[in-house]
């Protein structure tokens, strides 16, 4: 049984890496949006539930303190920018595919949320901010009687 597979033809092996890359890389490559690749913005999930509404982003591989948020006349920003190190190595980078991107969202909220209690929490990659609704909003529905 063989484990190890050596291919000692240099126009061979060059070909099968150059196949491998295209066939392999290729449609994951594609598969990224526009909007996360030319615009850097991470994707967003945004839940209206009864209490207030939930907006997740997803941006793994940053901490807790690479992020600001503000609220700002109505306007929820949400950035960060983390700066790629370069630290000197013994070792020969072969192939580098991480990659950090600063981004910039802005969500315009309304008369509805209770500006004072938003919260945010980073957790498994996950900004999720909580944003409540104000009490007058959140009364539920109202039967009314017909004279």
Same mark, same amino acid.
């Given at each position: 049984?063989?484990?190890?597979?050596?291919?000692? #033809?240099? %126009?061979?092996?060059?070909?099968?890496?150059?196949?491998?890359?295209? %066939? $392999?890389?290729?449609?994951?490559?594609?598969? +990224?949006?526009?909007?996360?690749?030319v615009f850097n913005f991470p994707p967003v999930n945004i839940v209206e539930k009864a209490e207030g509404y939930?907006?997740?982003?997803?941006?793994?591989?940053?901490? +807790?303190?690479?992020?600001?948020?503000?609220?700002? #006349? $109505?306007?929820?920003?949400?950035?960060?920018?983390?700066?790629?190190?370069? *630290?000197?190595?013994? *070792? +020969?980078?072969?192939?580098?595919?991480?990659?950090?991107?600063?981004?910039?969202?802005? %969500?315009?909220?309304?008369?509805?949320?209770?500006?004072? #209690?938003? *919260?945010?929490?980073?957790?498994n990659g996950i900004l999720k901010l909580e944003l409540p609704k104000k009490e007058i909003v959140k009364a539920?529905?109202?039967?009314? $009687?017909?004279?």
């Open positions: 049984m063989t484990l190890v597979k050596v291919n000692n #033809n240099g %126009f061979g092996r060059s070909i099968d890496g150059m196949m491998k890359d295209l %066939f $392999n890389e290729f449609p994951s490559t594609m598969a +990224k949006t526009f909007r996360e690749d939930e907006v997740e982003l997803s941006v793994p591989g940053f901490e +807790k303190a690479d992020f600001s948020v503000k609220l700002d #006349n $109505n306007v929820l920003t949400i950035s960060t920018e983390k700066k790629e190190e370069s *630290a000197t190595q013994d *070792a +020969k980078l072969i192939r580098k595919e991480f990659s950090y991107k600063s981004f910039k969202r802005s %969500f315009t909220i309304d008369d509805k949320i209770d500006a004072e #209690n938003i *919260a945010a929490k980073y957790e539920g529905a109202k039967d009314i $009687n017909i004279l």
